[in-house]
């Protein structure tokens, strides 16, 4: 084993790549870092080591393994997520179920060349931020052992943080993304409302979750997110939500920070100062910062369990309150069981007044990017929680508990390392649809700070390029006779489109050739690994002209979100499935170019 190994997505994936390091030999370290780390509570179950080998040789041996995002990346998943292989227990043994495929998110990690080698623990039913609610007992802090882990998502932040993985899923409903990241100082990744889908998740709030990622730099999180992002017809709450391109700082970047006097930090000066010098260093990188009043956003949080959104946490464990109280954990049974007594007018008397909020939190948005918060206010020992479990819980969640519900978007930060070794970490928020902006400037804030990665701190590479471009463009993919060189691209040509690249999509695609004057082909999405890579061309083209492009094309081409080999999302040419029943099968082919060629020297009907 080398003494030197890459720890990060990028790194790894590149090692991978140009074979100084097999996914074999990262499986293997994986699980040597896990023997070695000796903490039997991170995981509630961990995947037989020879299985995970022989599934990252089989990686290995494909001939598009090199292309894959996640080339034999490994992946732990929060055990309320499914993935085929291990039980979900949401941390209840007695609520363990064996699901019989995985849920759509993992099956994307998956499809992307992601390896899962675990189920990582959780404060029972994601309902803490804590991280010291599960039978499978307290995952140790990876900074400081005296430390929470923090919750819910408690044991995957762990994971990434002690450097077992580069990537964990977690999920967030009040902030469980974002509070253990801070507290392991990695990269919390909450994406908005339905960007992935929840199909395959056990519910919290099921009009509030949402599946969030854990990663030592922002760009690994953000590469992560494109893999799994996209509409789902699975989840009712899949939302088509283009996620974008990660552009430069903003040279005008404007940051909302709350008014003077009302920040909270439960007397913990340390957490204050911590907070003061990470505006600083907003300042330093150019951003403006404008006051904003925080007031109806504390309010919008303490709707969150003093509202009836407790109701949904207790219809997903309704049935096992009833017949087996006890095999709930007895905070976890106190704080669900209330939401059996909450009545319809109390619930659509919260909805009225959330609604209302909403529209106070829209008006503070209209002249700043972004809030910086602190991601929590303060931090405390598992002593103390233990002590006093729902009072601290609750003061955890400060600035956390109306992100969701305010349908915002958010990136959790490493700030610092504070004197007394408990790490210190801000959120940036920002309206749903907004998750490249917050890519785009936290990454850059991340990079400034110097911090060493997780709690192994490693060393900061220096922040990939980002792709050329014009700043406003819309890139848009296309599969057929817009192709350079095809009969129908000089009207990209005429609407002053530039081509940008030749790729290919994710292997989730057939390829279809139309019965159309002229010829055209119809590309579908599948179920994922299902179908093939096919060739395509990415044109960028100006907010004018895409919207005139667009409108013209005719039926039965479509518009839609196309997943890309390396993980990205863009808008590109899709076929509507109904005409597909004359139409020939050409994904053998990999592209319409390919299929085209033959054409012309044989007769191809």
Known sequence: MRAEQPETIAAIVAAHRAGTLTPTETVART???????????????????KDAVAEAERLAARADAASLPLYGVPVAVKDNIDALGFATTAACPAFSTAPAHDATAVARLRAAGAIIIGKTNLDQFATGLVGVRSPYGIPRNSVRDD???GGSSSGSAVAVGAGLVPLALGTDTAGSGRVPAMLNNIVGLKPSLGMISNAGLVPACRTLDCISVFALTVDDAALALSVMAGPDPADPFSRDRPLGAMTPLPADLRLGVPRSGQLIFFGDKDAETAYAEALKRWTALGATLVEFDLEPFYETARLLYEGPWVAERYLVIKDLLASAPDAIHPVTREI?????????????????????LRRIAERTFANIDALVLPTAPTAYTTAQVLANPIELNSRLGTYTNFVNLLDLCGLALPASMRSDGIPFGITLLAPAGHDALLASIGRVFHADTKLGLGAKGAAQAPLAPLPAGRSDDIPIAVVGAHLSGMVLNGELKALDGRLIEATRTASDYKLYALKTTPPKPGMLRVAAGMGAAIELEIWSLSPAAFGQFVNAI???????????????????FLVEPEVLGDARDITAYGGWRAYMKEAATKSIS
Do not use: C
Request: hydrophobic share 40%; aromatic share 6%.
């Open 147 to 149: 430390l929470i882990p």
């Open 31 to 49: 699980y040597q870092r896990i023997r070695d780390n000796g903490d039997p509570a991170i995981f509630i179950s961990l995947r037989d080591e």
């Open 554 to 572: 005719p039926s039965p081409m479509a518009i839609g979100t196309v997943r890309l080999a390396d993980g990205r999302s863009v808008k590109g």
């Open 336 to 356: 669900t069981a209330a939401g059996a007594r909450l009545t319809a007018a109390e619930t659509f008397s919260a909805l009225y007044r959330l609604q209302g």
